[in-house]
């Protein structure tokens, strides 16, 4: 996705993408990681050696906003469908449910 995007090559993208997840553990950041998630990506980019980094700014911070709300989304989606999996457990194995409630 980064790739796409912002046209850089693959391993400043990978740098940048690494750099956003260390920016998760500083001990101040915006709410949900905002501004500081793509502040990791844009100063791992820059980090990196790019010289000119203004006209590339723009489509790189595009990028990291569209792989923020990616991953946002992702682990939204596998927590619904966890919670989705728990509850059809009790339909899937019925006999264990029931064995271990009667005394």
């Given amino acids: 996705m980064v790739l796409g995007i ?7 993208a990978l ?3 690494v750099g956003a997840d ?4 500083l001990p101040i950041h915006g709410v949900a990681g905002s501004g500081t998630f ?3 990506v844009i100063l791992a980019a820059e980090i990196d050696g790019i010289s000119n980094l203004q006209p ?4 790189l911070l595009e990028a990291s906003v569209q792989l923020h709300v990616f ?3 992702s682990a939204a989606s596998i927590y ?3 919670l989705l999996l728990v509850s059809f457990m009790p339909l899937l194995k019925p006999s264990a449910v029931t064995e271990k409630k009667q005394p």
Wanted: net charge negative.
């Fill in 6 to 12: 912002s046209g850089l090559s693959l391993h400043i």
């Fill in 15 to 17: 740098l940048s993408i």
């Fill in 22 to 25: 260390l920016s998760s553990v």
């Fill in 38 to 40: 793509e502040g990791g």
């Fill in 56 to 59: 590339s700014f723009p489509p």
């Fill in 71 to 73: 991953v946002l989304g």
């Fill in 80 to 82: 619904a469908m966890s």
